[in-house]
């Protein structure tokens, strides 16, 4: 049984934790002026990574760069300084203080409602309907990013701020909007939880609970909208950067590019501002998906914390079982998600031999194994053994993931390659 040198596809049967950087993420120092190219320089590289940096940053804001970053933006924009500065331990104590700030706060589960009431009241605001004035996202954030693409576009041309993006704001696009994304639900399901009695309500209350869980769930989303995203903003400040610098530190976005690069999400208003801190941990997988097996993947100072497994949601006790695994346990599980996350942890190849699995076919390429699994597709692996032997001799064996139609072993190992049955012919075995 053997496998061939070459690049195979990504089964997903190998686990790559990757923790993010962690401390305050620097992005570098101003500059004046404007793109006199219409070519994205080799200097985007640079500012690619600085501001990846910044939107995986964990650790304690730097207060007091937020703060002169939150003045310069709304000085910018034409409008008096905030009188309140209010410090959030999470986007979700950020949202439950918006909430407040909008007269909403009989939404919220009590907890949370106090806790964001005390934190308001601790920095001198009161958590009642206008205590903060009305929100000003629009003059800070949205109408100065409007000028920033403008000046950029016409200074580029349409085909250049196309190009521009792809190289500096597409990179970082996919894995700072899934995880705003996860943080957005997460969010969501923490102030929109109900009582146990609640949930059990039969008949027309059950439908009038349907429609009060709508009601809340648009509350907060719109709540969320008025937030500047921070530190998550990092794409769209990297697509303004100025060619090897820290990005859009100049002009219109100097301000938001400041918090970004000193905390997280923000709620500018007339009368004060409410900052939230970063993440003390992220977790993700090579691919950029919350990832995390004996804790949260994401977490706030406050508690407010994502558990994920290669991005899939988990509950937090979940994790807690899978030290404790045994083949009947996952046999057990009827959530078809969460079992195939038990059987990744407890690895496919352990719980075919605790199984008495038994080998459906087998060539000179390897060995193919199926198990059947109830309400789910059947798990069918190759088990191959690497020709190369390891330095003390041994020949380490590999388990495959194969698609559940795979009939021979050459097929599940030509499918890794891409390849069909028939045209799997390594030159050389390693």
Avoid: C
């Avoid at 691919?287 to 949601?313: E, H, I, K, N, V």
């Avoid at 352990?350 to 008495?356: F, N, Q």
């Avoid at 041994?394 to 097929?411: G, Q, S």
């Amino acid at each position: 049984m053997t496998t061939a040198s070459d690049t195979r596809k990504d089964t997903g049967d190998i686990v790559s934790t990757d923790t993010a950087s962690t401390g305050t993420a620097s992005a570098g120092t101003a500059s004046n002026g404007t793109p006199s190219t219409g070519t994205p320089s080799t200097g985007t590289t640079g500012v690619v990574e600085r501001w990846r940096a910044v939107a995986a940053a964990t650790g304690p804001a730097d207060r007091g760069a937020a703060e002169a970053g939150v003045r310069l933006a709304y000085g910018a924009a034409g409008l008096p300084r905030p009188e309140r500065i209010v410090w959030v331990g999470s986007p979700l104590e950020g949202t439950a203080a918006a909430l407040l700030l909008a007269g909403q706060g009989d939404i919220l589960p009590g907890e949370i409602a106090d806790r964001a009431a005390g934190v308001l009241r601790a920095a001198g605001v009161e958590p009642v309907a206008g205590a903060a004035g009305a929100s000003v996202r629009e003059a800070v954030r949205t109408l100065p990013w409007a000028a920033a693409r403008q000046r950029l576009h016409a200074a580029l041309g349409g085909s250049g701020w196309a190009e521009r993006w792809a190289l500096t704001g597409a990179p970082l696009w996919d894995t700072t909007r899934s995880l705003t994304e996860r943080v957005r639900t997460g969010v969501v399901e923490a102030l929109t939880a109900q009582p146990d009695q609640d949930r059990e309500a039969r008949g027309q209350e059950r439908g009038r609970d349907r429609s009060r869980a709508r009601d809340r769930e648009a509350a907060v989303r719109l709540a969320m909208l008025d937030a500047v995203l921070g530190q998550h903003d990092a794409p769209w400040l990297a697509a303004v950067a100025e060619d090897g610098d820290a990005g859009a530190d100049a002009g219109e976005l100097a301000g938001p590019a400041a918090v970004a690069r000193a905390a997280g999400w923000w709620w500018p208003y007339e009368k004060a501002v409410v900052i939230a801190e970063r993440p003390l941990e992220l977790h993700r997988d090579e691919a950029g998906r919350l990832d995390r097996g004996d804790g949260p993947a994401l977490a706030y100072p406050d508690g407010f914390a994502l558990y994920a497994w290669r991005g899939m949601p988990v509950p937090a006790a979940f994790l807690e079982q899978l030290s404790q695994l045994t083949a009947e346990r996952i046999r057990a599980e009827e959530n078809a998600e969460l079992r195939r996350v038990m059987l990744e942890h407890y690895g496919y190849d352990r719980y075919l031999e605790e199984s008495g699995a038994r080998p459906v076919h087998r060539d000179e390429t390897g060995v193919l194994w199926r198990i059947q699994m109830t309400g789910d597709e059947p798990v069918t692996m190759v088990e191959v053994v690497n020709s190369t032997p390891e330095p003390d001799g041994t020949h380490r064996t590999y388990w495959l993931r194969v698609p559940p139609r795979t009939r021979t072993a050459r097929e599940g190992v030509a499918w890794t390659f891409g390849l069909e049955a028939d045209g799997y012919a390594p030159e050389r075995e390693t």
